[in-house]
């Protein structure tokens, strides 16, 4: 997955700095509006780089950081 770019993925969020944060906590990120996904997989990003992938299922992506990696 780093080797890809966030334009190689059908899918991909990017994290505010904030969503960032609690995602490498092990929290999942609760979206306040609905977006567009054509896809349960969506690839994350923050500051333009992949990071992680998230699972998205009623306005949250959930955390699938594996827990050894979390803060």
């Known amino acids: 997955m780093l080797a890809l770019k ?5 899918t991909v969020f990017e994290l505010d700095q904030e969503q960032y944060e609690k995602y490498l906590h092990g929290e999942s990120v609760i979206l306040s509006q609905r977006p567009d996904f054509d ?4 690839g ?3 500051e333009g780089k992949l990071f992680s992938w998230g699972r998205y299922s ?3 992506i959930k955390n699938v950081y594996p827990k050894g990696l979390r803060r």
């Open 58 to 60: 009623n306005q949250q």
């Open 6 to 10: 966030p334009s190689e993925l059908k």
């Open 39 to 42: 896809n349960k997989w969506i």
């Open 44 to 46: 994350l990003s923050f």
